[in-house]
């Protein structure tokens, strides 16, 4: 029997089935997991040595900026306008021709962070005064701002390379890299802490130069991987590619659509800076940490993984196929973010002072931070839910309604932050997001009911129905188990510890035998 060409061989070497998707997302979970660890070790040193003074402000707003933008590149924007591309291109092209593909968009895409870079470095005293406007008046505070901005600003460059080179990997069924690079983020991170800061008249230039360090690093890690799979790009111009174009013009809209809820997020720390007083971007910056906890793990696992996915089955033409893909995100965003949800609500301040109260991060910071992390946590669910609400758009290379449902998204942020900051300070633009997030979600979900893509089966509602009662019992058990805030101050690191992993574990343990008990099953929950 004649072999297939080398073209169809590839492509169907990797035609993974949907079955693959679960293990694909506990490869990724894990990578991330640990990842996610690292990162709250990183905040309980940045929170020992920095605190919440003037100086650790004006980090969180220089390390912001560029971060944003990396997701507007990187993990945002261009991974869900590429992805879906790059898997048309596979099922049509050798592998030559992709690589010849993917040495066009390296080009490119290197071309237009390098300008962007080089204008953020020069013109850094404006982005801070755009950014960080509350310091003007502030010139010490300011000037650490722009100095910190100039050396964090090339790490867009290196880490939205990074992205693109994880997105190509991860197009290849390769998740387990692209998710452990973040892990050398929170190490460099970490060392520059203990190691480098007492070096520096100012502590916090030491974290600046730490992240154009990691930067370097995490892109000189992934890129072995790629020329193993001989998917190594080598950039290359050429405006006249059509698939080059086609990322571009489904980018532009994405870059807005995608990224709604960080936008949103540094919305918040701009106007967290005109608060009067010190520690409002720092309380924002540690919330954010925390939040982003379970939907690293969790979320954006499943999202890296299903994006590939439904843009394997929209090709295919297989509807049932896709909105059985879609269900199955949503269902595990249920069974994780529900249970995260309300932990983070009913946790709140074990975990604040068992991961930031000590050093630099006084008692008095505990409480604010608590609030902000409640407001913000209230609203997980809805952001774990566009993640997978939006990756079934955007393999359907459908950017115009995530674009709408996300300026919609945005202008509600800006109204309710406009009427909840004057009462409710920092804490009101935590709940302005998360507000924003559901109204998000629940136009993303909406259009894919109405167009028929995504129809929910009756399991799923059951299954809703069950994992609120589970959480319902978690809640229970965490309310019996909780200690007076007195209690938990007096208590020492290890202790705090302890009690607090304690409380997880029965938590949890509380939520499965409940959840086994109404009826759920692993089962309900293969792809």
Not at 108 to 113: D, E, H, P, T, Y
Not at 288 to 298: H, K, M, S, T
Request: proline share 5%; hydrophobic share 55%; aromatic share 8%.
């Amino acid at each position: 029997m004649q072999s297939p060409p080398p073209e169809r061989r590839e492509s169907a070497a990797d035609q993974r089935p949907a079955q693959g998707l679960l293990r694909s997302s506990l490869v990724t979970s894990g990578g991330t997991f640990l990842s996610r660890l690292l990162g709250m070790a990183r905040e309980t040193v940045f929170a020992a040595l920095f605190g919440d003074d003037a100086a650790a402000d004006a980090f969180f707003v220089a390390f912001r900026i560029p971060n944003f933008l990396r997701r507007l590149f990187a993990e945002g924007a261009f991974s869900q306008a590429f992805v879906p591309v790059l898997a048309e291109r596979r099922r049509q092209q050798t592998p030559v021709e992709v690589k010849r593909f993917l040495d066009h968009v390296a080009g490119s895409l290197g071309l237009i962070l390098a300008v962007i870079t080089v204008v953020g470095v020069v013109a850094a005293p404006l982005f801070g005064a755009l950014f960080g406007a509350g310091y003007l008046d502030q010139p010490a505070k300011f000037d650490l701002l722009v100095e910190m901005l100039r050396l964090t600003f090339p790490y867009l460059i290196l880490i939205s390379l990074t992205g693109f080179a994880g997105a190509i990997l991860n197009s290849y069924g390769h998740f387990a890299v692209p998710a452990l690079t973040p892990v050398i983020l929170n190490v460099v991170l970490i060392l520059s802490a203990l190691l480098l800061s007492p070096l520096f008249a100012e502590p916090t230039i030491a974290l600046a130069w730490g992240v154009l360090l990691a930067g370097l690093l995490q892109l000189m890690f992934q890129l072995p991987f790629l020329a193993h799979l001989r998917m190594l790009p080598r950039p290359r111009l050429d405006r006249r590619n059509e698939g080059v174009k086609k990322i571009i013009s489904l980018m532009l809209p994405v870059m807005f659509s995608v990224s709604v809820g960080q936008i949103n997020l540094l919305l918040d720390t701009v106007l967290a800076t005109s608060i009067e007083g010190d520690g409002s971007v720092s309380w924002l910056y540690y919330t954010d940490r925390l939040v982003e906890l379970p939907l690293g793990i969790f979320a954006t696992a499943i999202a890296t993984v299903i994006l590939p996915a439904l843009s394997r089955i929209k090709s295919e033409g297989d509807e049932s196929g896709f909105s059985h893909a879609v269900e199955w995100g949503l269902r595990c965003c249920l069974l994780v973010g529900l249970p995260a949800c309300a932990g983070l609500l009913l946790l709140a301040e074990p975990m604040v002072i068992t991961l930031y109260q000590r050093g630099e991060f006084g008692v008095d910071s505990v409480a604010p931070t608590t609030r902000s992390v409640q407001a913000l946590g209230s609203g997980l669910l809805a952001f774990m839910a566009i993640k997978i609400l939006a990756s079934a758009y955007f393999s359907r290379q459908d950017t115009r309604t995530p674009v709408r449902c996300g300026l919609i998204s945005m202008v509600s942020n800006m109204v309710i932050n406009l009427l909840l900051i004057i009462p409710l300070r920092h804490v009101g633009l935590a709940l302005a997001t998360s507000i924003a997030a559901f109204v998000n979600a629940g136009l993303l979900l909406q259009g894919l009911l109405r167009a028929d893509v995504l129809r929910l089966s009756a399991v799923f509602w059951w299954l809703l129905l069950r994992i609120a009662l589970a959480t319902l019992a978690m809640g229970l058990a965490l309310r019996m188990l909780d200690q007076p805030t007195e209690v938990w101050l007096a208590w020492s690191d290890a202790l705090r510890v302890a009690y607090l992993l304690g409380e997880c574990l029965a938590g949890g343990l509380v939520y499965l035998v409940v959840a086994w008990a109404v009826g759920l099953r692993p089962a309900q929950f293969r792809a």
